[in-house]
């Protein structure tokens, strides 16, 4: 079955740098979720989309951003990074709308994007 | 704040039934128990989710307590490919909610 797919796996950037992670979906899945996990800590909420609309926010920095597009692809766009930013980034999914193979709401996870600031 | 208690660590023997137990005993009727595991580093994976009924796939299986104030996670032949921190997570179904991670428990499979 397919899973959430994100891009880059891995990201070395130097301070005051810009990046961009990028998530796709599970197919028919209409929510996104970001997630950032830093050294030796457990998944912090960051931000969540349902079709396409900012849903949920946690604690996310004002220098992150994030979009879902009309393919319901997602991007974290990461602005004036800070050594603090190094962390993994996970991008999860899930079929609020019962169109998909999955179970209905539950969140799916991908791979993670690791993001090293130097 | 996580709104779960499980034990930071625990051992298992390979082949033996590992049992995970998790304290939610604020427990709204509308919440569900979900349980995740991360394999080190990897993306968080989803294993099953309950709300007052017993639960069984083909990963595990989840017992919930009549009341709902704690269930057990059971995985029924643990292989050390099941080594892994463990997360028990109590959630809203239907809504969006994101998921609030407490710190699990460390599950170490011993040949």
């Known amino acids: 079955a397919a899973g959430v797919i994100q891009s880059p796996r891995h990201l070395i950037k130097e301070k005051r740098e810009t990046a961009t992670l990028k998530c796709y979906p599970i197919?028919?899945?209409?929510?996104v979720y970001w997630y950032q996990q830093g050294p030796g800590q457990d998944p912090q909420f960051l931000i969540s989309f349902y079709e396409k609309m900012q849903s949920d926010k946690g604690s996310i920095p004002d220098r992150f951003s994030a979009q879902q597009f009309s393919d319901y692809h997602s991007e974290l766009n990461m602005s004036s990074l800070e050594l603090g930013d190094s962390a993994l980034y996970f991008c999860a999914s899930s079929d609020l709308s019962g169109q998909a193979m999955t179970s209905t709401d539950t969140q799916y996870f991908g791979p993670g994007t690791r993001l090293t600031v130097l | 704040d996580a709104k779960t208690t499980q034990p930071p660590s625990m051992d298992c023997a390979e082949g033996r039934a590992a049992n995970l137990p998790c304290n939610h005993s604020t427990i709204s009727g509308n919440e569900y128990v979900y349980w995740y595991r991360q394999i080190h580093s990897q993306g968080p994976q989803y294993i099953i989710h309950g709300l007052k009924n017993n639960e069984t796939n083909e990963m595990a299986s989840l017992i919930i307590t009549e009341d709902r104030k704690s269930s057990t996670l059971i995985l029924p032949h643990a292989t050390l490919r099941d080594t892994a921190v463990y997360y028990c997570?109590?959630?809203?179904?239907?809504?969006?909610?994101?998921?609030?991670f407490g710190t699990g428990t460390r599950l170490t499979i011993i040949p």
């Open positions: 197919p028919r899945h209409d929510t």
């Open positions: 997570i109590v959630r809203v179904n239907f809504g969006n909610e994101k998921l609030t």
